[in-house]
């Protein structure tokens, strides 16, 4: 089989791009298929995840965000050559441009965010209202739409006909356990207003005050970095949250960590949960739409506390370090719930997604 993933670029550290790698990695390394990722604007940059040397990359150099005609005869000209079986768009402005495609490929997306992505992000207008109808039209025209969580896909089935849900696999295995004795919570994400890292960074004013021993750890970057470096500093935290920058030692930085907390606004499914609970590291995150909920059973693999609510998550956060046992238990049973996130049992449903199509 020949499949050809469409993404604007890989060269952010994000969820979807590590998965995207991951995923095609996997595929010409355990099943034989050939894969094709095509870029938009990657702009000579090197991927930023290992890629197998068997994954074909090839970039149009045309940004599908601006305008779609150039990047879509851009597109059809590639897909025309490869001519694969399937071709899936990871869910960005490509979607509203592959019906026009003429290579004869199954047309398929993945959509890596919540249903009302643009409405949560910048506020129900009418024009993310707009932007939201014509992902809904693009999405309605393809052979198959994906999403991550089974409450997305109840949205999108209102407007969608062929939509299903299929959860991201977990990124890497982890035989080992944290031992939970490190006196030390991480969190980690993009430094944007989406992750919502400064409301984590007031609940640990009141942690601090009560644990002052105990430290919190960010890792990424981006745009609000200075902001947030001046509230650290403003709420006397020094020393106490650190910005850690970037790391490309997930599993590492888990493994001696005790606790993960999540604070965004809004999510697809958290990879950053999946990965702390396959460490047996418990979790505590905003309820927020609409991942976390289908991840995190609450007080039994981690705590949901309600969005924006800081004085919650300043208070499952302080309740795991000080009861040891429950922290113990948490992340014993985080462990174990993580097994069903397996790549190859992702991966099954995928393959068994893609025979349906070119059978029908």
């Known amino acids: 089989m020949k499949i050809a993933y469409c993404i604007h670029s890989l060269v952010l550290r994000g969820g979807m791009e590590r998965v995207l790698t991951i995923k095609a990695n996997y595929l010409v ?91 949560l992000k910048h506020g129900d207008n009418p024009l993310s209202r707009l932007r939201t109808r014509n992902m809904e039209r693009a999405a309605a025209g393809l052979d198959a739409f994906v999403v991550l969580t089974e409450a997305d896909r109840n949205e999108w089935e209102k407007t969608v006909p062929r939509v299903t849900n299929i959860c991201n696999p977990l990124t890497f295995t982890c035989v080992e356990s944290a031992s939970l004795e490190a006196k030390r919570a991480v969190a980690i994400g993009r430094l944007d207003s989406n992750k919502n890292f400064a409301d984590l960074i007031s609940a640990w004013k009141t942690v601090s005050a009560k644990h002052p021993d105990w430290t919190l750890d960010i890792f990424g970057s981006g745009k609000e970095e200075s902001r947030l470096r001046a509230q650290v500093e403003r709420l006397g935290l020094s020393g106490k949250v650190r910005l850690a920058g970037r790391t490309s030692s997930v599993k590492e930085e888990l493994l001696g960590s005790s606790l993960m907390a999540l604070s965004s606004l809004f999510e697809g499914l958290p990879m950053v949960l999946l990965e702390a609970m396959a460490c047996g590291v ?42 040891k046992p429950l922290r113990l238990g948490m992340g014993a049973c985080a462990k174990k719930a993580s097994e069903k996130y397996r790549i190859e049992d992702t991966m099954q449903k995928w393959e068994e997604l893609w025979t349906r199509l070119l059978h029908t």
């Open 29 to 119: 390394q355990k099943t034989g298929h050939e894969v094709w990722i095509i870029t938009a604007h990657q702009k000579g940059r090197a991927p930023v995840f290992p890629l197998d040397p068997r994954v074909h990359f090839e970039d149009i150099g045309r940004s599908e965000r601006f305008l779609l005609w150039p990047y879509r005869r851009g597109l059809d000209r590639i897909l025309c050559r490869v001519r694969p079986d399937i071709t899936i768009s990871m869910g960005g402005r490509d979607m509203l441009c592959l019906h026009a495609c003429t290579d004869g490929s199954r047309k398929m997306a993945e959509f890596h965010f919540p249903h009302g992505k643009y409405i």
């Open 282 to 323: 418990p979790v505590v995150s905003y309820d927020c739409p609409k991942g976390p909920r289908e991840i995190v059973e609450d007080g039994k693999t981690g705590f949901l506390v309600p969005l924006r609510d800081v004085d919650a998550l300043s208070g499952m956060i302080c309740r795991l370090i000080e009861d």
